[in-house]
């Protein structure tokens, strides 16, 4: 079975930081791309940030360059996600999915979501 479990999230105060995991099992791994997504209550799911190690390549939404930083432990199957100075806009439900190839469009598996709350 093809199972994302994602990890990390809680509550923290704003300038505060959360680490994410994402373990990925039952798939061939380095074929494809990760990426985290969040949705907020009322908004549209964006895509936050997404990486390629085959391609080794990374990107990220406007809204978290700088403060978000994406890894990848190929050994273990996992990708994680470090959040930094986080704000309360920062608030929603983060998922992990994996696509087939070199980007995270088309997303083939999703993950269950992990909750992170700022607060002001």
């Known amino acids: 079975d093809v199972q994302l479990q994602a990890s990390g999230g809680g509550l923290v105060q704003a300038g505060g930081s959360l680490r994410l995991s994402c373990a990925a099992s039952?798939?061939?791994?380095?074929?494809?791309?990760i990426g985290w997504f969040r949705q907020a209550p009322g908004k549209a799911r964006e895509r936050v940030s997404c990486i390629s190690s085959s391609a080794g390549t990374t990107t990220y939404a406007d809204s978290v360059k700088g403060r978000f930083t994406i890894s990848a432990d190929d050994a273990k199957n996992t990708v994680y996600l470090q959040m930094n100075s986080l704000k309360p806009e920062d608030t929603a439900v983060y998922f992990c999915?994996?696509?087939?190839?070199?980007?995270?469009?088309?997303?083939?598996?999703w993950g269950r979501g992990t909750q992170v709350t700022v607060s002001s």
């Open positions: 039952g798939f061939a791994f380095d074929d494809y791309a």
């Open positions: 999915a994996a696509a087939f190839g070199p980007t995270c469009w088309g997303v083939d598996y």
